[in-house]
């Protein structure tokens, strides 16, 4: 048996390791927006650095945050926390490295570009990551909500004897201690996220979704209840296991239903999709699959281009954007939108 990973309270963080600290805060995407106001909110300095024309400058200025270049923002900080996008970051640290002064720390939400050497930080910069196990917007609802995402804590370098303590105490400012920080290594942090993302949580799921709406639609059901049956519902079913495990799952939905899930589940997702998994694993872990991406993004992201491309125009997403309008809940269209100001009726 693994022996059990220690996870981390908001009781173990200690918030003065931040005192007197800025964060810098590199990007303003899904990670970045909530970082950053996480961390302002916490009452951390934070400055956002982000390219001359960015298009994510407003948003940041919008939210009331100092916004300045990547080159600026870093030479300013004590903590720099990279959150463009994996491709980009090798480019990026290469244009920051000159202003990361020794004690100073790189901070990552994924470990891809160390573990996978593309960035070699110089001796004497701390290096360590709190990656939010789930999506940026998330992580920024959880926290104005009162309660946090759980998070990872991993630490590669610590040359000032501070790393683990401020690193934790990062992830308190983004509310990942209120649910719990797990201690881990850039390697197991990277090899199982790129693992759980590809093979279950966004693309194996989205396959069996497609596979299972097809196959109704297929069988000549309508593609409306293929799509409340196989996407809308995997919603309910899956807060039913967030909130309860698979246990409060099965036993919220009807005895008819678990004894048909129990028996031919395994026959869809089958040994094959374990073997299947198994070199998905195999191919994160032998760095074969960050080579592939790696490339790709060097010829200009074709083949990610072509599949996104043929995912948005899967029916199911039509049939899912119309069906989505009709909720009660939906907003209303705006439709002053394309009016002009001649046509628009004063009352
Ligand atoms: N998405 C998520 O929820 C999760 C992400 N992570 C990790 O967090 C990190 C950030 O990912 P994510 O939040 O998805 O990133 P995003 O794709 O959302 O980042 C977009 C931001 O990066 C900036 N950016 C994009 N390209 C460049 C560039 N060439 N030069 C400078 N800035 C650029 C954009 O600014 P501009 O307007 O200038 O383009 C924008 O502010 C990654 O390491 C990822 O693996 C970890 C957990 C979950
Ligand atoms: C599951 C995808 C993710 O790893 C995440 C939101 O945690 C990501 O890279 O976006
Ligand atoms: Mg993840
Ligand atoms: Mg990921």
Redesign the pocket.
Known sequence: MTENATIYDDDDADSTALDGKTVAV?????????HAQNLDDSGVDVVV???E?????D??REDGLDVTT?VDAAAQADIVS????????P??YEQIRGELDEGDTLQ???G??IHFGQIEPDEGVDVTMI?????????RRDYERGEGTPGLLAVYRDSTGEAWDEALAYGQAIGCTRAGVIETSFREETET?LFGEQAVLCGGVTELIKMGYETLVDAGYSPEMAYFECLNEMKLIVDLMYEGGLGGMWDSVSDTAEFGGLTRGDVVVDDHARENMETVLEQVQQGEFAREWITENQANRPSYNQLRNAEKNHEIEAVGERLRGLFAWAEEPDETADETEEERVQV
């Open positions: 590199m990007g303003y995407g899904s990670q970045g927006h909530a650095g982000l390219r024309g960015s298009s994510s400058r948003a940041a990547p990279v959150l463009v996008p994996d491709t980009v970051q480019d990026l990552f939400a994924h891809f570009n990656a939010p196990k789930g999506p940026g917007h998330i992580v996220d």
